[in-house]
């Protein structure tokens, strides 16, 4: 009860008592309506999908061990079917962008985000990724030779930062399958180049990096009236 009065207050402006989100087209509607979308914990209370979606919906633990997340679960096809972007982009947390908000959020970062040399493990990484398209992030690791011990976190920290910058995202989620042929586990983030995915057209931008700055700021105050500038800007600074 708690979370969802929090919720409605940092919402109210665009959203007057919405009831929470139970379906992933809800999910989809929630998302092109507030533009920005924390999977998570985004520092603002309130404001992520877990704690905008019904408790039925929410992680759970059964008696015996199995759980379920329907969140978790929505997550391709919010992407597939909600013309929606997603990848690790608020404080190398997960989270959706509405596809109308993605040319100016990919402005906004790419500029303010450091500089990839071509003879970076960043550019060879990307490099990797644009000849075959898109791959599973162990695929990835293991045709960019991040195979030995200790490597996978390390190289998880180089893909977060071109997720942060806007050069990656996520395509879709792969499961494995059990004897049945039936999905299980927490499923492998298929990734691969925003280009690749929505086109060159869709990641030009005609604004200046401040000026996607501040259309994106106006918008989230409106979305978000009792958040703090300092919490709004957290959730658009790379």
């Not at 990848?87 to 500089?115: H, Q, T, V």
């Not at 049945?180 to 030009?204: D, F, I, K, M, Q």
Request: proline share 5%.
């Amino acid at each position: 009860m708690v979370a969802l009065i929090v919720a409605t207050t940092f919402l109210t402006t665009m959203m007057d008592n919405r009831k929470l989100v139970s379906n992933a087209g809800e999910l989809i509607d929630l998302i092109h309506e507030v533009g920005f979308l924390p999977l998570l914990d985004s520092g603002i209370p309130g404001f992520s999908a877990m704690e905008l979606v019904d408790e039925e919906c929410r992680y759970v633990v059964y008696p015996d061990g199995g759980w379920d997340w329907p969140l978790w679960k929505w997550k391709g096809s919010v992407i597939n079917e909600g013309d929606c972007v997603y990848g690790k982009f608020f404080g190398k947390k997960a989270g959706f962008i509405a596809m109308e908000w993605w040319p100016d959020f990919m402005n906004l970062r790419r500029a303010n985000a450091p500089s990839i040399d071509e003879d970076s493990i960043e550019a060879a990484i990307l490099a990797t990724l644009q000849a075959h398209g898109s791959l599973i992030t162990r695929e990835l690791r293991r045709a960019c030779g991040f195979t030995g011990p200790k490597m996978r976190s390390r190289f998880d920290a180089f893909v977060t930062r071109l997720q942060m910058s806007c050069h990656i995202v996520t395509q879709d989620f792969v499961y494995p399958r059990d004897r049945h042929n039936r999905e299980y586990g927490w499923g492998w983030s298929l990734l691969t180049t925003p280009e690749a995915l929505y086109g060159r057209e869709a990641c030009v931008c005609p604004s200046t990096p401040r000026e996607s700055h501040d259309k994106m700021l106006a918008h989230l105050r409106g979305v978000l009236p009792h958040a703090t500038d300092a919490q709004l800007q957290r959730l658009l600074k790379y």
